[in-house]
């Protein structure tokens, strides 16, 4: 087990408070300086560390990892090397970087290709995607969209508290934060019209959701249970699931959503490992009624991280518009990753799995414009003057998370994506 959130580490590298990377987070990325060719990294505080660099002057000598495994545009060789790896390089990272390791400090400081500053370096997209399934385990998303879209009384489908529902998505439009995404085309039927019209979406929404990537491979035929399910994770990120509304309500009966979600899913460049989120576990939403036995777990599978939405207009402030929680969730990503194998579904290294969009309780916690300003009735003021039902051109969508408790602050940065017009 990981011993890093354990004890009060502090790291010889700059640490700002409130700072999202302390050296107990220690998350993964793929980074480029320049014109160098893409490697894995780590960051503590604003240096982001090069582990090839690091890997090809000895310091991970002794874990067993062929340095070649970060010399790559994705995480996926590394992740492939399995969970008693990554945890002893984390742990290996975190005696170099700390305090006290002078000898480490002055080895690594002489060198001129380990260490850049997070503002000079390019982060990428940190695993290639093989396969991406999108849940909709909110409770609350869930009844806020039966509401407005079905019957208030009959909010949830019959099959939504026995099963995580999901879909299929497309990985190939899935981008890094700092992506522009232009505004999608496609089919609408307005409310008045007796036929579809091609047109650019006039309900373009953000989905704040959090993802996970799986770290193992599994046999087609084979299930992966609720209680193995932790050790096929490597990590999590924060995931826009960037919908254009008016789309989806035309093209989504009988078989989900389709051309409406696929035009740029944008993720946080930085994957925070399961065990830098150990000290965030919470119970979740009891479950009633009980579910079925392959759905059953045991311990918290819930993290208490607490997720914000900004909407950015062009050449203003940010502007908050969503504080959620991911603790709200009602299906865990046990659960998700058991039902997504229960049918002999196999699994691959770098598959994706989100959250769905997590709304919580309260109005203020809703985790889609669909939901803030509850299909347009509610208009959103922004600090300008302008309102917003849905995202406007030129608007930058900027998600944030963090786990914060007294003294530990684990965070996973941001994930932004401005929209730029129709082409
Ligand atoms: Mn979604």
């Known amino acids: ?31 480029k300086a320049g014109l160098a060719s893409p490697h894995a990294t ?23 990892i ?24 984390r742990n290996q990272l975190a005696v170099l970087f700390s305090e006290g390791n002078t000898q480490a400090r002055e080895r690594i400081s002489g060198t001129t290709d380990v260490l850049y500053n997070a503002t000079s370096v390019q982060m990428l997209l940190p695993v ?4 991406y399934t999108d849940f909709y385990s909110s409770l609350e998303h869930a009844t806020n969209i039966g509401i407005m879209f079905r019957d208030p009384a009959n909010a949830l489908l019959p099959n939504w508290k026995h099963l995580p529902v999901g879909y299929h998505g497309r990985s ?28 650019p979406t006039r309900e ?3 989905e704040l959701e959090v993802a996970f990537i799986t770290g193992k491979k599994t046999a087609l035929g084979s299930s992966v249970s609720t209680a193995n399910a932790e050790d096929h994770i490597f990590g999590m990120l924060l995931f826009n699931d960037l919908s254009a509304r008016d789309i989806q309500r035309w093209e989504y009966v009988p078989l989900g959503p389709f051309l409406a979600k696929n035009f740029g899913s944008v993720v946080s460049p930085w994957v925070v490992t399961l065990d830098a989120l150990e000290p965030f576990r919470v119970p979740g939403p009891v479950q009633e009624p009980e ?12 993290f208490n991280i607490q997720l914000e939405v900004f909407i950015q207009p062009e050449g203003q402030a940010e502007f908050r518009v969503c504080h959620s929680n991911y603790k709200f969730m009602y299906w865990n990503l046990v659960q998700q990753l058991a039902h997504q194998t229960v049918n002999g579904c196999n699994i691959n290294v770098g598959d994706m799995y989100a959250s769905g969009t997590v709304s919580g309780p309260d109005p203020g916690s809703f985790g889609s414009m669909l939901e803030i300003a509850w299909k347009g ?18 608007d930058t969508v900027i998600m944030r998370g963090y786990c914060e408790k007294p003294g530990l602050r684990i965070g996973f940065g941001e994930v932004s994506a401005k929209i730029l017009p129709s082409v």
């Not at 090069?50 to 000895?58: K, N, V």
């Not at 890094?176 to 019209?193: D, E, L, M, Y």
């Not at 579910?291 to 819930?302: D, I, K, R």
């Open 1 to 31: 087990m990981d011993k890093i959130t354990e004890y009060p580490l502090k790291s010889w590298l700059d640490v700002s408070p409130g700072s999202d990377f302390p050296i107990q987070n220690i998350p993964f990325g793929i980074f």
């Open 42 to 64: 780590t960051r503590i505080g604003n240096t982001v560390i090069d582990l090839f660099s690091l890997a090809e002057h000895g310091f991970f000598d002794g874990l067993g």
């Open 66 to 89: 062929n340095p070649g495994v970060f010399n790559s545009p994705d995480l996926n060789p590394f992740i492939k090397l399995g969970p008693p790896y990554w945890r002893s390089l």
């Open 128 to 131: 290639r995607v093989g396969d």
């Open 172 to 199: 190939s439009s899935i981008v890094v934060s700092g992506t522009a995404i232009h505004r999608p085309r496609g089919q609408i039927k307005p409310a008045n019209s007796e036929s579809p019209v091609f047109s």
């Open 204 to 206: 373009l929404d953000f």
């Open 291 to 302: 579910v079925l036995p392959y759905l059953q777990f045991t311990g918290n599978h819930n």
């Open 377 to 394: 009735t509610k208009p959103v003021k922004m600090p300008d003057g302008s309102e917003r039902s849905f995202i406007c051109d030129n």
